[in-house]
């Protein structure tokens, strides 16, 4: 939880505000997994903050709807850039999706 919180404070990703008038803060939880490996051991915990926008009102507490997706026609289209340039590519892992 502690590393969550750092990557959330070292990336900037939120701030105190003032709540506007007439408006409720939505609540959110710690969501906790135990990632276990082939032969059914534990291999690490892994934990994360989620937001209940389940509460939320669709024109009252928001106008969009936003999805980090990616859709497997982009991932496709990209390595086929890369084989053609010939550029190196590699793949690593996000600790923090903000």
Not at 2 to 11: F, H, P
């Amino acid at each position: 939880m502690n590393k969550e919180i750092n990557a959330l404070m070292v990336n900037n990703t939120w701030g105190l505000v003032h709540l506007p008038s007439r408006k409720k803060a939505i609540s959110s939880n710690w969501v906790y997994k135990a990632k276990l490996k082939s032969d059914g051991s534990l291999g690490r915990l892994k934990v994360r903050r989620v937001i209940r926008g389940f509460t939320q009102k669709y024109r009252v507490d928001y106008q969009e709807v936003f999805s980090l997706g990616v859709k497997m026609a982009t991932i496709r289209t990209i390595i086929a850039l890369v084989a053609s340039k010939g550029w190196m590519m590699s793949q690593w892992g996000v600790n923090n999706a903000f």
